[in-house]
């Protein structure tokens, strides 16, 4: 799968979620894009060993994912009564409730796995899917979990990576304040990490949520025995192996890690996700007024984010916006009536009724109707995350905001798009 190289907008906000017998935890959550919600949660190597993930995920899979930091870590308070993975998953469960989320599809990394197994347990009905990649958490006979606090960190490069040399990690030359934020991961980490609860793999029986495990072949810190035993503890669990990952699949291979999600969740869409949308004449949601008219047919709710529709109907003698350059989508535009006159760079084409007009990402464009008659377009986004942006202009309006030129070219900015 393609990445990108246009970072997501990221925004952290704290939030104090009640957890029965301990009360409000708090619990900071960076949110990334729009569109399906996912829940990424981290293992004990810390938030920034899923962040490019989760900006990977939010671009190319149009998604919502919200990455907590586990209480504890990241220099976050933990409450001193929460200690275990299962209360864990239960303050996420209860976070995605407080957000009122539904559809969400929770992917966790070695412990972070494990937080996700316990998640799967509580079947929730927020929760649509489940994928547990490279999840510690469960005993195999055979086949234990090296103890990680007696490792050196370069004996923790050797057993995660496929490719141990370039992750390795010199502690001494790191500054003061990363010294200080592995000290309090490592802390945290040993408070939820042990023991194991035999439990788990019983109540993984009573699964109900489709579930993919995915696995490194070079682990050696949970070698494939455990993703295999946690395929046959879950009902109907999927198994699929990476060959040249190791124990942080989301490091080594996110394009692999991320192509086995997107064909997981295609293969197991909820059928009432696929009822066919059917949008009147009068109806969908107009976002903007004339003398440019959007109306929104369709904002990808219907279609997994893949595609969003819109209908714009432009009044005579009116020029469209100034050119810009997008850079996570392709725009198509077909004439259903009136004349438009798209500009491209230092070029401009008439295009009569019945053309068609492809703009693919990175080239500058526009459009205007220099005719007499109104234009009227019908406008495509592959994925449909400029729906976005039209939504955003329509607040503003509705709250009295003056939409000038730098008020324009900053609303684009989120959205990848830029003045040409």
Do not use: C
């Not at 009564?81 to 469960?93: C, G, R, S």
């Not at 760079?345 to 109707?369: C, I, Q, R, S, W």
């Amino acid at each position: 799968m393609p990445t990108t190289d246009t970072p997501v907008i990221a925004t952290t906000t704290t939030y104090e979620v009640p957890l029965d017998g301990i009360g409000a935890v708090p619990v900071t959550v960076t949110a990334r894009g729009e569109g399906r919600p996912f829940l990424v949660l981290h293992g004990g190597a810390g938030p920034q060993s899923v962040d490019q993930f989760s900006e990977l995920l939010a671009s190319s899979a149009q998604g919502r994912v919200l990455t907590p930091l586990h209480p504890g870590f990241g220099g976050t308070p933990r409450p001193e009564a929460l200690t275990t993975i299962a209360e864990l998953a239960q303050l996420y469960v209860n976070l995605i409730g407080q957000l009122d989320l539904t559809g969400v599809t929770v992917l966790g990394n070695s412990i972070g796995g494990w937080i996700a197994a316990e998640i799967a347990t509580l079947n929730s009905p927020r929760v649509a899917a489940v994928v547990l990649a490279d999840a510690v958490g469960l005993q195999v006979e055979g086949h234990p979990v090296p103890d990680f606090f007696s490792l050196t960190m370069d004996q923790v490069a050797e057993l995660s990576y496929f490719r141990p040399d370039a992750f390795r990690i010199d502690v001494d030359h790191l500054p003061d304040a990363a010294k200080a934020a592995m000290a309090g991961n490592r802390a945290a980490l040993a408070v939820y990490g042990s023991p194991t609860d035999p439990s788990l793999p019983v109540r993984l029986a009573g699964v109900t949520a489709p579930v993919l495990v995915v696995w490194g072949v070079a682990d050696q810190i949970a070698p494939a025995e455990h993703g295999l035993a946690y395929t046959r503890a879950i009902p109907g669990a999927e198994f699929q192996l990476i060959s040249d990952a190791g124990h942080l699949p989301q490091l080594e291979t996110p394009d692999t890690l991320l192509r086995l999600l997107q064909d997981f969740l295609l293969a197991h869409t909820d059928p009432g996700d696929t009822a066919v949308s059917v949008v009147g004449s009068a109806e969908g949601d107009t976002l903007l007024p004339p003398p440019t008219r959007m109306r929104i047919l369709e904002d990808g709710s219907h279609t997994g984010h893949r595609i969003g529709i819109g209908e714009i109907t432009v009044a005579p003698r009116t020029d469209g916006p100034p050119q810009h350059r997008h850079a996570r989508h392709d725009e198509g535009f077909y004439v259903a009536a009136g004349t438009a006159r798209f500009t491209v760079g230092e070029k401009a084409y008439d295009a009569p009724v019945g053309t068609l007009v492809m703009v693919p990402p990175g080239a500058p464009h526009t459009f205007a109707n220099p005719g007499d008659e109104p234009l009227v377009l019908l406008n495509t986004f592959t994925p449909d995350l400029y729906v976005r942006y039209f939504r955003d202009l329509h607040d503003m309006i509705s709250s009295g905001q003056p939409l000038t030129t730098p008020v324009i070219e900053t609303v684009m900015s989120r959205y990848a798009t830029t003045p040409a």
